[in-house]
């Protein structure tokens, strides 16, 4: 089901800056840890997409709400109504980022919010920025033990309680809009259950670029200035064909993604994943114009590194197996025959062979995903 919805009440103006943390195909490739991404590694010792320093260039200041969302109009620390957005930084990066992340938060123009930075042991200690801090809406909470990718997220996914619930990477910036985007976009479509706002994507220096994984993204997802609602079948076998949403920019309502969980097995493609279980249980995404995520994309980071050394292609091929198998059960034959293609993943396996038979690697893997 794909439904479009006029965007005349958009905010006037977007900001101007947008987040992007997948690959060309299921999953994310250039990623810190937190984003999804198959790059930045749990225990690398630090992030492969990093963002420069600044923040989102809005500034602090509540708005009186009047739009009937139901969501909170102001910051509630001391009674029991849930916060309207809970962002959670699951951290294991580059401190700097994560500080520049931190403020970008703080910069927003609705003040309906609570951050959660949940540290899994990474090794330099980051606790005297926080302690630092004047905002009651932002707590840090650091694991008594490395829990992994997958552990430190199902953390993040348990101490959620707000209406709308976000992981945003170590490494993203939110423009100073989004939560007032999301308030508005969950306003006008009362309990849809995931909502990706516009992404922009910048290199290294904070420059806009658009790589190939970028671009295969745009032509892929719904366009226009409207606002698109999908669902069902047709938005299984669309992001089977090719993955073109951005998992740190994603808000997700709380109350469905209580009722699903992380698969342990699929590390490098967690997000897809939990994704499929809340589409395949009824969940609607609503795909907003606005601007309001930026996401730092490195082109030659450690990328191809990790897609050729690491399980990536070999754990896409078993997840698009079982998911085939799953859409067939259900009826959904366009979405299985997708799946069982997965021709976005395909190119993309196609695409690094140049790189790896310039650096004399084992380019088997690669080709055994393409035709396969």
């Not at 958009?10 to 250039?30: E, F, K």
């Not at 590694?41 to 200041?61: E, I, K, P, R, S």
């Not at 493609?269 to 939990?274: C, F, M, R, Y």
Request: some cysteine; glycine content about 12%; overall charge negative.
């Amino acid at each position: 089901m794909s439904q479009a919805i006029d965007g005349a009440d958009r905010a006037d103006g977007a900001d101007g800056v947008g987040g992007a943390d997948g690959a060309y195909g299921v999953g994310g490739a250039d990623g810190a840890y937190g984003v999804g991404g198959a790059d930045g590694a749990h225990g690398a010792g630090g992030a492969d997409g990093a963002h420069g320093a600044g923040g989102a260039d809005g500034a602090h200041g509540a708005r009186d709400r009047q739009d009937g969302s139901g969501l909170p109009a102001q910051p509630a620390p001391h009674t029991d109504a849930p916060v309207a957005l809970d962002i959670f930084i699951p951290f294991w990066g580059e401190p700097d980022y994560l500080y520049a992340a931190v403020r970008s938060v703080l910069d927003q123009t609705s003040p309906n919010w609570r951050l959660t930075v949940v540290d899994d042991c990474y090794p330099e200690d980051v606790s005297g920025f926080f302690s630092g801090l004047d905002d009651e809406r932002v707590r840090y909470l650091r694991n008594e033990e490395n829990l992994g990718i997958i552990g430190n997220f199902s953390r993040c996914q348990e101490l959620a309680e707000g209406v709308y619930t976000v992981f945003m990477g170590c490494d993203d910036l939110l423009g100073p809009r989004y939560v007032e985007t999301i308030e508005r976009t969950a306003a006008r479509l009362p309990g849809v259950e995931i909502i990706q706002p516009g992404v922009e994507v910048v290199d290294g220096s904070g420059a806009p670029v658009l790589p190939l994984s970028d671009r295969v993204k745009d032509l892929l997802r719904p366009s226009g200035r409207a606002t698109h609602v999908l669902a069902g079948e047709d938005l299984a076998r669309s992001l089977f064909v090719g993955d073109w949403l951005y998992w740190p920019s994603l808000a997700l309502r709380t109350e469905a993604l209580k009722g699903v969980r992380f698969l342990p097995d699929y590390e490098i493609i967690l997000d897809v994943g939990l994704l499929m279980d809340l589409i395949t249980a009824g969940a609607r995404l609503a795909v907003v114009p606005d601007v309001v995520f930026r996401y730092r994309r490195h082109g030659a980071s450690l990328s191809s590194e990790a897609l050729l050394d690491g399980p990536r292609f070999s754990d896409e091929r078993r997840f698009f197996a079982q998911q085939a198998a799953r859409m067939d059960a259900l009826g959904w034959r366009r979405a299985s025959r997708a799946a069982r293609q997965h021709l976005t993943s395909r190119a993309y396996a196609l695409s690094l062979l140049p790189g790896a038979l310039r650096a004399r690697r084992d380019v088997r893997p690669l080709l055994r995903h393409a035709l396969r």
